[in-house]
């Protein structure tokens, strides 16, 4: 089986954790790093094992014996940076928020597929074992038809807080950092909705400390959605129908979350098992990466293209709707 070498494109927090689960698939090998601090790339390089280094993302994308690049800068700069590796010739794994806007979106992929180059935006919670069995009941229709659905993700930032949170030129604020992962389970359990209301509480940059996001369909069924830097929520999905109930416990968005079902009445818990997972959980869709360049593929089959470009689209309505603009749209 060919080993998939992989290079990581920004060493912060999340490339960390990617980084180290890799080490759990025999199947791919973490071949370089890159940073725009030199010191930064050697100590994440040694610490996990890249033969090569790099204080440049030139570097990295020039380098021939890469076969894919997890681009894990802030999502204010993925459109730049992902544009560069598919310029470069290099598949992409590009952390969530995918980029800025829907125009940025678009082009990406547009370019993806005229070079006919892979390319994923790394929406890890679908790969790991409690959404995929949390998705499996609901296709195998145990809630019944689906009334409502809440989701709740708030946390207070500690010192020092990242630029990144409130920097409107990085895309800050709480729906692209956590609020995407609120409206990505509202559209896999409902849908596409067919009207959107949101509202936010604005920080002084501009961006949004919180959200407030309702959506609405013609059946009936609605979503409420909130995201918040400036209180520390329960951070848990709830999905309810007409015959029973999905919660999905604390950090929801990871495999660490119990998925508890409640049927008919509702006055009984089920504890799900599912699958032990080693790590952190990245590695389900490093693995799934792979899997698809190994057979050749352009598009994953199972965060396809148009699933980007919905939950994008998802997202610029609910910035037009409560008033929400980054300099990236005014270009």
Request: glycine share 6%.
């Amino acid at each position: 089986m060919k080993k998939i070498r992989w290079g990581i494109m920004g060493c912060g927090k999340i490339a960390r954790k990617f980084a180290s689960d890799l080490r759990l698939l025999v199947d791919a090998e973490l071949l370089a790093v890159a940073s725009r601090d030199q010191q930064n790339a050697e100590n994440f390089g040694r610490a996990y094992g890249a033969r090569f280094i790099y204080a440049s993302y030139d570097a990295l994308i020039n380098n021939d014996e890469v076969d894919v690049i997890y681009v894990a800068t802030p999502h204010g700069l993925h459109y730049d940076h992902v544009m560069q590796c598919l310029s470069g010739g290099k598949a992409v794994l590009c952390e969530k928020a995918f980029a800025l806007n829907l125009r940025q979106t678009s082009a990406m992929i547009t370019l993806a597929k005229s070079k006919r180059i892979f390319l994923m935006e790394a929406l890890w919670s679908k790969f790991i074992p409690s959404f995929r069995k949390m998705k499996e009941l609901i296709d195998e229709n145990r809630l019944g038809s689906i009334q409502n659905v809440l989701i709740n993700f708030g946390f207070i930032p500690q010192p020092p807080v990242a630029q990144r949170l409130f920097d409107p030129l990085l895309g800050g604020g709480t729906l692209l950092d956590i609020g995407i992962y609120n409206v990505f389970y509202a559209l896999s359990a409902l849908g596409k909705p067919d009207h959107i209301e949101a509202c936010i509480t604005p920080a002084a940059t501009g961006v949004d400390e919180q959200c407030a996001v309702l959506f609405r369909y013609n059946n009936g069924a609605m979503a409420q959605l909130f995201s918040s830097y400036t209180s520390h929520l329960p951070t848990e999905v709830n999905i309810s129908g007409t015959r029973g109930r999905i919660r999905l416990t604390h950090r929801f968005y990871t495999p660490e979350a119990l998925l508890e079902f409640y049927p008919e009445r509702m006055d009984s818990r089920q504890v799900i098992e599912v699958p032990a997972t080693q790590g952190w959980g990245y590695h389900y869709e490093a693995s799934h990466v792979s899997d698809c360049l190994r057979k050749g593929l352009t598009e994953s089959p199972v965060m396809t293209h148009t699933d980007t470009l919905v939950l994008m689209e998802t997202l610029d309505t609910i910035r037009h709707k409560s008033g929400l603009v980054y300099p990236a749209d005014q270009t």
